[in-house]
């Protein structure tokens, strides 16, 4: 059967605990993920201004690797690398438990919510960003083979897939029980298990990337709100009820569109979009004379404290505690 392993830098003073993190990843769950990933393994920064903690539990799962990571408030970066023609990287399918993270790759970004997953491509740079911590199960994949689902997998990776529903939710729920079941897996039935999960990532990936023509008018209809959400941020008047008036559609069909969404309301939506924009003005040197409070007014809030409470909320730390870090 497989043997899972537990390691922690909870225990050790403060200051060492993210070079250690940082040692750990390299040496337990970089060398499962290619020579490029084991050398480098990128570049970790903690956020919050608490002490640092995370732990791994990891094992070998067939020709895959399976790991549960739990970390404090944190941003990783993995650079550009030189990538090894002898052995591909593998693909990392990582799926979120609590509470939400956010990924880019390729010019590609989205949002985990619990029980949502993303295919990464090892080899590729890539970022996450997880403000309020984050508990999640990774399991490596090797990379297809077949040139058709290797097209597949380039289209779908990157992308959020919705745990919720169709093939997403079977993934994340076999993926959720591999690892809890992991010491009780007998070792011939390891690769067996992984195929499967391979699979039915794959269907997942192919009900994304071929959506039904209603699929693409929802998309487009959402896009649409999105787009006027975006120009009219800084409006503290702004409201579904006027997106539905400037979008020229029902109040209805304006919350209807974010039923899907893991925000689950369009005022939601406004709201983690307003924090963003403050975010990224308080980490710009231009706005070193403004006051927080002035930033905030900007995006469309109207109360400080309402501001405050929302930021950390969003982000898990205070707009002042978040300005000194950045």
């Known amino acids: 059967m497989p043997h899972r392993a537990y390691v922690s830098v909870n225990t050790l003073s403060p200051g060492e605990r993210l070079p250690s993190w940082r040692n750990m990843i390299s040496r337990h769950l970089g060398q499962n993920m290619g020579e490029e990933l084991e050398h480098d393994p990128g570049r970790w920064a903690a956020e919050g201004g608490a002490p640092f ?160 023509a209603s699929d693409l008018h929802q998309s487009a209809h959402l896009l649409r709100i999105k787009q006027f959400i975006e120009n009219h941020l800084a409006d503290p008047e702004l409201s579904p009820d006027r997106v539905a008036q400037g979008c020229g559609c029902s109040v209805r069909s304006v919350y209807r569109a974010f039923a899907e969404e893991h925000m689950g309301s369009p005022m939601d939506h406004i709201w983690h979009r307003r924090v963003a924009q403050c975010a990224s003005a308080m980490r710009n040197p231009a706005n070193d004379k403004q006051s927080i409070t002035e930033i905030a007014l900007a995006w469309g809030f109207s109360s400080s404290s309402h501001f405050s409470r929302t930021f950390k909320q969003s982000l898990g730390v205070s707009p002042k505690l978040y300005r000194t870090q950045h």
């Open 53 to 212: 903690t995370g732990s791994l539990e990891f094992g070998a799962l067939g020709n895959g690797f399976l790991c549960r990571m739990v970390a404090a408030p944190h941003r990783f970066v993995r650079p550009a690398v030189e990538l090894s023609t002898s052995h591909p990287s593998p693909l990392m399918l990582l799926m979120q438990q609590k509470p939400v993270s956010f990924f880019e790759q390729s010019g590609r970004t989205g949002q985990l919510a619990p029980g949502d997953w993303c295919l990464l491509d090892t080899g590729r740079p890539f970022a996450l960003h997880n403000p309020s911590g984050c508990d999640q199960i990774v399991l490596t994949l090797p990379p297809p083979e077949d040139a058709a689902l290797a097209d597949l997998v380039v289209r779908g990776s990157a992308k959020r897939c919705d745990g919720r529903g169709g093939s997403a939710r079977l993934v994340q729920t076999i993926l959720r029980e591999a690892y809890r079941q992991f010491d009780r897996v007998p070792a011939h039935a390891t690769n067996t298990l992984v195929d499967a999960i391979c699979g039915m990532a794959w269907n997942a990936l192919q009900e994304f990337s071929d959506p039904s």
